[in-house]
């Protein structure tokens, strides 16, 4: 079992709709990371969060706005998504920002 | 821009075969993390490996970063159907630097 634990496993979601993943970790780490990755091929990095701040982001459309409520949190919320955007949505922690990342199992995101 | 090139990128064998993976890059990294992704699930990391020349082993898997820690490769000794998945590689470049820079993975099948 991960240690990351992302809700939902799925979702489906219209153009127009307004949806929240969420990501959880109890490890103690001070980074956590959004992922975007389609089948088959490497997860593309999104966002960074280091110490409940935003450090990194990889010039990812507004549509997408990530929260980190506190150290153990990490939310991406979703809003008028594109066909495009379908793809297994991945969380990832790590106790620094140069140390192995610890993924969860992600959310498989399908936009209608 | 820091590149991995991950290769074979798509792998078939038989049970009990042998099978080995390499990473290769003409940049240095702090280190290298290996991932394993199977179907429906996140990727789960296998090993990290920091030291130039470092061999570290993991039941029939084997992982080696090389001596100017541009490159690694992952063996697997007599194959079976439970390690088929797509493996990643991924360099870090330490510090402050929170990006992973990924391989385009490989999608290895074991037949039984």
């Known amino acids: 079992d991960t240690e990351v634990t992302q809700t939902p496993k799925h979702l489906v979601m219209g153009m127009t709709n307004k949806k929240s993943l969420k990501c959880e970790q109890h490890m103690g780490h001070r980074a956590m990371y959004w992922y975007k990755q389609k089948a088959k091929k490497p997860p593309e990095l999104m966002f960074v969060?280091?110490?409940?701040?935003?450090?990194i982001n990889e010039s990812v459309p507004s549509r997408f706005s990530p929260e980190c409520p506190n150290s153990s949190l990490l939310n991406l919320h979703l809003h008028a998504l594109q066909p495009e955007d379908s793809a297994l949505y991945l969380c990832?922690?790590?106790?620094?920002?140069?140390?192995?990342?610890?993924f969860g199992d992600g959310t498989r995101l399908s936009i209608l | 821009t820091q590149l991995l090139e991950q290769s074979p990128q798509f792998l078939s064998i038989q049970e009990g075969e042998n099978l080995t993976v390499y990473c290769n890059s003409s940049s240095v990294f702090s280190s290298l993390q290996w991932y394993r992704q199977e179907p429906g699930e996140g990727p789960v990391l296998l090993v990290t490996v920091v030291t130039g020349g470092e061999v570290k082993k993991l039941k029939r898997l084997t992982f080696q970063f090389g001596d100017a820690r541009k490159d690694s490769s992952l063996h697997i000794t007599a194959a079976q159907p439970g390690d088929t998945g797509l493996y990643l590689c991924a360099g870090g470049r330490g510090g402050s630097n929170y990006k992973l820079t990924f391989g385009k993975g490989t999608l290895l099948t074991v037949n039984p």
């Open positions: 969060y280091s110490y409940e701040k935003l450090s």
């Open positions: 990832a922690s790590s106790s620094e920002g140069n140390q192995p990342q610890h």
